[in-house]
């Protein structure tokens, strides 16, 4: 992947990211606390993947990014433990 499309491909995944988030704001709102979740979850999975693109990792599953996001970021302290045991905690409820 060219360096331009893999950019435009991580703006894409932040700002879906985004979009979940604040979709699983409205749904904590209204107490529809599984699809909240659902929402959070796919929240951070976009956002997890736009960072291991930043990185040139690349993934084809959900399971894919969990373990490759624990391995690169969360193994060698980059990202907070227990950041990635609320990520594999949201992996496992939605």
Known sequence: MKSSERDAYIKYR?????ENYEVALLLIENEKWNSAINRLYYAAYYA?????L?????TKTHTGVK???FLHFVKTGKIAMDLGKLYADLFDWR
Not at 48 to 52: A, C, H, Q, R, S
Not at 54 to 58: G, N, S
């Open 54 to 58: 930043k990185f040139e990792i690349e």
């Open 48 to 52: 997890i993947g736009g960072l291991l």
């Open 14 to 18: 932040i700002e879906k990211a985004g």
């Open 67 to 69: 373990t490759q996001f």
